[in-house]
């Protein structure tokens, strides 16, 4: 028996499955979904589907279904061309980016922008909608206003709730492809230890006999942030976002998300979804953290919590995720949990070449075991002990015979855990005079509410060191905590004073040395409460719904380079971070100029990408002759920079004189500063104004009107004014 090619058996699927839909597809012809529904975007979800067009603008844009054309969009950026369609449904199918309309509307069309006595006109609402059938040609898919050559597609409800139109669209169930697990980021949290260490980790899942794991499990001891980095390849392997994704600890969820439609006021819960400080058009790193407020996550559960309270012993956090076309993938992390132990040196005696301990034990851990090692004031090792059982004791005695010149001058208990060292306790033998570290190389880490202090040039024992905080009139020590690479202290700001001062304290001593003290530039941001912090010309402004928990920030200004190096910075550079902690409403960065004389049109706050270095424009107001303000969704680094750079214009290749009619009339831009004014570009082809486009994501004006094109000699003439007022006008005749 002949088969049927595989490409035709799911189209046929899909046309079995399509009398559950209510829509039709808005292309005639279907080459595949580039982008899917609640892709992260900056700043924004991404609200529909990209559907592709073969790289080709022109192809028939079909009405969904039965309706009315309400509202038509021209914008020279962004959306550009767009047509909103509302159905006898209640719900409005909306078209972005489009070539051009049909007939019937373009008539409409120039009858507005002779009314308005403007091209792209913005938005307009049509007095007398227009009825339009099922399957019926509305218009020609493009590339006007940004991006490559697509139709995206959105579908909004009577309350203008963005809808999954994956539900609602007869799409081919081409997409065989399911969600790929790239791997996990952990952050520690209060005191934790991830395989003996604190801080941010990255760890690549692995696909192991069938199963999607990790190589080996993680060690911790207490709760961590947990964020999965993972895409789904769409039905021609663009990179997309899953539809479904659970997570639970053992056999208890504690995170389902599924994107099934989202208002507008869900946009601020961006940063709650995705990791804003690794996710970008793409790449996607999904929180799966409990936060006050997260709606759109539906179990309301707490990995923290769970962590917590579970026994010592090997767990499994079991992921399942699954995309529109239940595509599913299954991973699983291996986690063990191990116990600090709470051990207590009660006495030390060392008597005749022999070194005699006591000490308490009171924890258990079956499969774990300790080793005791013996240091010399010169922190050589005199003599370990072998492996012993980490068995919980009252008091336990051990007596070490000691040999050489060399005197103990302390010891340490290392614990491991499946041979995994899980943990360190230091105490001291004799007392030494203790030399404090010069230089303990303390380094500040935040995570949500937690400062985290690390020392990695302590040696010896550190018991005998503190740390002192002191936070306004607020002053207390903080004991040491031992990893694998040294010492941290961990705490919790005590009040909302900015700045907090840091003493290492040695035997009781504070050092004199500039390496052991360190002021923390910190910030401490309440929900409910709004606030005003400054740093000299800078200042931070937080609205009482900015955050909906207490989040410990950092606030300074910073050394910073510029790897672009065209524009004059004019101001320091000030750091919010940690750049992965979002907003949620109304925080605003201000900055003043320094130099009241600059032109203030010239000037604009930047923020730096932290991962290529590049200064990018934000868009920016100013609230007086010298104060420039921004509205921010998360941290970063931040600087005012003047323009004064022309933009500059090229049309055809160096050499080239002429184009043929394959060629598109293409005119690239460079703009490196505050950005181009579309208002403000002025083109003329033979004397006449063509119609034409600013592709911002592409950087190029494209002129569509080829008709004013005469054989022989042509002239195209363009003025260009950016945002800062700087003009530039290039004049070139060419040959056609």
């Known amino acids: 028996m002949r088969r049927l090619p595989l490409t035709v058996f799911y189209l046929l699927l899909g046309t079995l499955a399509a009398s559950e839909k209510k829509y039709i597809l808005p292309l005639r012809y279907f080459s595949g979904i580039s982008s899917s529904f609640m892709d992260y975007r900056t700043g924004h979800f991404h609200g529909g589907v990209d559907f592709r067009t073969g790289k080709k603008t022109g192809m028939p844009v079909l009405a969904v ?433 900015m700045d907090i001062d840091l003493s290492l304290l040695s035997a009781g001593v504070a050092p004199q040395a500039t390496g052991t003290r360190k002021r923390i530039p910190v910030i401490v941001v309440m929900p409910e409460m709004s606030a005003r912090f400054q740093r000299g010309p800078a200042s931070i402004d937080f609205h009482p719904r900015s955050v909906r928990e207490r989040k410990t920030l950092l606030f300074y200004q910073t050394e910073t380079e510029s790897v672009d190096g065209f524009l004059a910075q004019v101001s320091a550079s000030y750091a919010l971070l940690p750049i992965h902690v979002p907003f949620f409403d109304r925080v605003m960065i201000r900055i003043e100029m320094p130099n009241p004389t600059l032109n203030p049109k010239q000037i604009g706050l930047f923020r730096q990408n932290h991962r290529s270095g590049r200064w990018q424009s934000i868009q920016t107001n100013l609230e007086n002759e010298a104060v420039f303000t921004a509205q921010i969704r998360s941290g970063g680094i931040f600087a005012l920079f003047r323009d004064d750079l022309a933009p500059e214009l090229n049309f055809l290749p160096s050499g080239r004189k002429s184009i043929d009619s394959t060629q598109p009339l293409l005119v690239r831009v460079r703009e490196i500063g505050k950005g181009i004014d579309v208002e403000t570009i002025f083109i003329r082809l033979n004397g006449r104004e063509p119609d034409w486009e600013y592709d911002g994501d592409r950087a190029q004006i494209r002129i569509n009107d080829r008709s004013l094109l005469k054989k022989g000699r042509n002239e195209l003439g363009i003025a260009v004014i950016d945002h800062a007022g700087n003009q530039t006008w290039n004049n070139w005749p060419f040959y056609f």
């Open 65 to 497: 279904s039965d309706g009315r054309i309400v509202k038509l969009s021209m914008l020279t950026t962004g959306t550009g061309r767009t047509l909103f369609l509302q159905h006898k449904d209640g719900n409005t199918s909306i078209y972005y980016h489009l070539e051009r309309f049909n007939d019937r509307i373009d008539a409409l069309v120039k009858t507005i922008q002779e009314k308005r006595q403007k091209r792209y006109f913005g938005e307009y609402l049509l007095p007398e909608p227009i009825e339009v059938k099922q399957g019926e040609q509305i218009a020609w898919s493009g590339e006007s206003g940004a991006g490559f050559p697509h139709l995206h597609f959105e579908l909004r409800n009577s309350k203008d709730v963005v809808l999954n139109p994956f539900f609602w669209l007869e799409i081919p169930p081409l997409d065989i492809y399911p969600p790929v697990a790239k791997g996990i980021l952990v952050r520690t949290r209060e005191r934790t230890l991830i395989n003996g260490k604190i801080g941010e980790f990255y760890f690549s899942l692995k696909k192991h006999d069938q199963l999607i794991t990790l190589t080996d499990p993680l060690f911790i001891d207490g709760p961590f942030d947990l964020i999965l980095h993972l895409f789904d390849p769409t039905d021609c392997r663009k990179t997309g976002a899953p539809y479904f994704m659970e997570a639970l600890f053992d056999d208890t969820p504690f995170y389902r998300y599924q994107g099934d439609e989202f208002s507008w006021e869900d946009h601020n819960q961006l940063g709650m979804v995705f990791d804003v400080a690794n996710s970008s058009t793409g790449v996607f790193f999904y929180n799966l953290i409990a936060q006050p407020g997260f709606r759109l996550e539906r179990t309301g559960g707490s990995l923290v919590t769970l962590i917590k309270n579970a026994s010592a012993g090997p767990h499994s956090i079991h992921l399942r995720l699954r995309d529109q076309f239940r595509n599913e993938t299954i991973a699983t992390i291996p986690v063990v949990k191990v116990i600090q132990p709470d051990l207590k040196v009660l006495q030390v005696r060392f008597v005749d070449n022999r070194l005699h301990i006591e000490f308490n034990l009171p924890s258990t851990d079956p499969q774990g075991f300790f080793i005791l090692e013996i240091f010399d004031t010169e922190n050589e090792p005199l003599v370990a002990s072998g492996e012993i059982p980490w068995k919980s004791t009252t008091v336990r005695r051990m007596e070490i015979p000691l040999s050489g010149r060399n005197r103990p001058a302390y010891g340490e208990f290392r614990f491991y855990r499946d041979r995994k060292l899980c943990g360190k306790k230091t105490f001291r033998i004799t007392d030494p005079e203790i030399l404090p570290p010069s230089d303990p190389q303390m380094e500040v880490w935040l995570n949500q509410d937690d400062i985290l202090v690390t020392c990695n040039q302590i040696s010896g024992p550190v018991d005998v060191h503190q740390l002192q905080v002191t936070q306004g009139t607020d002053k207390w020590t903080v004991d040491p905590i031992g990893n694998m690479t040294g010492v941290f202290f961990s705490f919790k700001p005590r009040n909302q004073v």
